[in-house]
């Protein structure tokens, strides 16, 4: 088994180990409403894109053995529910090149060990299902498609995004059915569950956002509209796999984008936030298990993603100023997850993004509504804290660490972060030990590997400057 060798809470975040009941309070399984799945306790390992794939996104059996070593470790390491990183619809639509696509039945044998790995250690395996849409680079997908024509924009220049093309309503009909297909496969191969990506600016986010949903067909215009993409998969999926078939969806809180800001003047945050408690309630009534609350997307990634920039501190002022104490804050989405899960009665949330101390977890599990004094957050998501250390929910949950361990800290942002992260997946998926330290760090063969997937994307541009 990988584990990590850091054990000295000097270097991590915290300042406590939990109680006794903190612990058990994390260690409590949890009953999903509408499939009955029980998981095991209260941790999630995040999406995390593992780049692990070939890159026609087929999984042969070198790729399934990288995968079988890294989702060892995760679940060895104590997650109750694991979900994958984005798996794609459709191979020629991509978010990264090395990502798993699963269109059909050809490599049910392969999934199918993919998901027991899992299982085999009392955890729920989730493939994360997506599209990309607008968000893929011009090295992979050279002619993008979105729901309307609109261009990514605030996006480092030296990396090439082309324009999208609009949807026909034709093929967006054929999508939907892409999500219940790749659902449907992963179905039968044994896996919990599928959670949909509708966050983070991918296709089905850049449906239900009127900034890049500009259609004037069923699809578009009202907010009923804009999210019909969304429940017609939720509902197709229901339809072509048994009630024991879990969903879930990860959503963005709000897109706190400043163009957004700047674009609709007074209340532009309000007015996502109003929606996406909307879209939650309608998720509920369609029997969604779980929803996973995070927020950002590429034209706000490194800000709001990764380090909680740009959130307003509390939600009777949300004028998207960012406020100092803002950053104090651990878990970046808080107080968005709290406003969506008041609104809901049986659905349960997920809250991901910069959970890093044990009593952080904990409390979050505390606060809790009116609404039949049910809780507001059900789960903790984890993403980068589980790739220098997989097994961080069983040291948590045996009271012997702080928090995550404090990883150096690296110009360039958002690229350092996943350049830190997927370097130690693929050590894990070469069953080696993550690595902290930051020496070690510049040394590894396998994070120079993983920065080199974002060599085709960046050298692309300089190949085509205009
Ligand atoms: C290397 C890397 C890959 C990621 N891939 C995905 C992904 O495939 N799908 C997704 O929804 N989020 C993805 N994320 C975002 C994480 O799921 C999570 O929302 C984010 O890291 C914040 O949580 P954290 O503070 O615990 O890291 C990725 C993040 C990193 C660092």
Redesign the pocket.
């Known amino acids: 088994m990988v584990s990590a060798s850091v054990s000295n809470n000097s270097g991590r975040y915290g300042t406590a180990t939990l109680s006794s009941e903190d612990q058990a309070l994390l260690a409590q399984p949890l009953t999903l409403p509408f499939s009955g799945k029980v998981i095991k306790n209260r941790f999630c390992k995040?999406?995390?894109?593992e780049s692990l794939g070939r890159s026609d996104g087929h999984i042969d059996k070198e790729v399934l053995d990288r995968h079988v070593h890294l989702y060892d470790a995760w679940a060895r390491g104590g997650s109750g529910l694991i979900l994958t990183?984005?798996v794609m619809v459709d191979r020629t639509m991509r978010?990264m090149e090395h990502n798993v696509a699963v269109e059909d039945l050809a490599e049910l044998d392969h999934l199918k060990v993919w998901a027991q790995t899992v299982q085999k250690q009392g955890a729920a395996l989730y493939a994360?299902i997506?599209h990309p849409g607008r968000q893929t680079y011009a090295c992979l997908t050279p002619a993008p498609v979105a729901p309307s024509a609109v261009p990514v924009s605030n996006f480092p220049s030296f990396i090439a995004i082309n324009p999208p093309r609009e949807l026909s309503n034709a093929e967006v009909k054929g999508l939907v059915k892409s999500f219940v297909q790749t659902s449907v496969v992963l179905y039968k191969a044994g896996f919990d569950g599928v959670e949909l990506?509708a966050?983070?600016g991918f296709l089905i986010s850049q449906f239900l956002n009127p900034r890049t949903n500009q259609r004037t067909d069923e699809y578009g215009s009202t907010p009923e509209n804009r999210s019909r993409f969304l429940s017609e998969i939720v509902q197709g999926i229901k339809a072509a796999t048994p009630k024991t078939f879990s969903i879930g969806v990860?959503v963005n809180s709000v897109d706190f984008g400043r163009q957004r800001k700047t674009q609709d003047g007074n209340g532009g945050m309000e007015k996502d936030l109003e929606e996406g408690v909307k879209v939650a309630v309608m998720l509920e009534q369609l029997g969604v298990d779980f929803i996973e609350v995070?927020g950002g997307c590429y034209e706000s990634f490194a800000a709001g993603?990764?380090e909680g920039k740009g959130i307003p501190d509390d939600l009777d002022n949300l004028d998207g100023v960012q406020k100092t104490s803002t950053q104090k804050r651990e878990a970046h989405f808080a107080l968005f997850a709290e406003r969506i899960s008041s609104a809901l009665s049986t659905t349960k949330i997920i809250l991901?993004?910069?959970?890093v101390s044990a009593t952080a977890m904990a409390d979050s599990l505390k606060t809790t509504t009116a609404v039949a004094q049910k809780p507001h957050i059900d789960m903790v998501?984890?993403?980068?804290?589980v790739?220098t250390e997989p097994d961080l929910p069983n040291r948590i949950l045996s009271g012997s660490v702080t928090g995550a361990t404090r990883l150096p800290w690296l110009p360039g942002g958002y690229f350092s972060?996943?350049y830190m992260?997927?370097g130690n997946?693929r050590r894990m998926a070469y069953q080696k030990e993550p690595l902290s330290y930051l020496p070690w760090l510049f040394l590894s063969p396998d994070h120079a590997a993983y920065g080199m997937t974002y060599g085709r994307v960046i050298t692309h541009k300089l190949m085509h400057p205009f």
């Not at 995040?46 to 894109?49: E, I, T």
């Not at 991901?352 to 959970?355: A, H």
């Not at 998501?381 to 804290?385: D, I, V």
């Open positions: 995040a999406a995390l894109s990183g984005n978010e994360q997506n990506h966050a983070h990860k995070s993603l990764m991901t993004g910069g959970f998501g984890l993403g980068r804290s790739c972060e996943v992260c997927g997946m």
